[in-house]
């Protein structure tokens, strides 16, 4: 089991930047690959980035490509999310999650950080 502590959301207005911090202990070494995913008000939990812990990736939302990068940085067990430009859209709680291997669903969850974009 991987632990996860995300941080760097706020309050931001639109048009400008962000970046996502995701920092993880426990069972990295045999943690298969890292996602950001975000949940809106009324809506489901989404997926918006994800890569491999070897770094093969990434792979993004159509709604975020072009704006966000995900990036990992092994020396310090942290996975970013790097979100520009952005939009009242963008608005949400973003959480990185965990998974053991390819056929496991995320399983593994943060508390999650909240994002706000006003217009």
């Known amino acids: 089991q991987v632990h996860l502590v995300e941080s760097g959301g706020g309050l931001v207005q639109a048009g400008h930047s962000l970046r996502l911090s995701c920092v993880a202990s426990?069972?990295?070494?045999?943690?298969?690959?890292f996602g950001w995913f975000r949940q809106a008000p009324g809506k489901e939990r989404e997926f918006v980035a994800g890569?491999?812990?070897?770094?093969?990736?990434?792979w993004y939302a159509d709604s975020v490509k072009d704006r966000f990068a995900i990036s990992r940085d092994k020396s310090k067990a942290t996975i970013y999310l790097q979100m520009n430009s952005l939009t009242s859209e963008d608005t949400a709680v973003y959480y990185c999650?965990?998974?053991?291997?390819?056929?496991?669903?995320?399983?593994?969850w943060g508390r999650g950080t909240q994002v706000t974009v006003s217009s």
């Open positions: 890569l491999l812990w070897s770094g093969v990736g990434p």
């Open positions: 999650g965990a998974k053991a291997n390819k056929m496991a669903p995320f399983g593994s």
């Open positions: 426990g069972s990295i070494l045999t943690t298969y690959a």
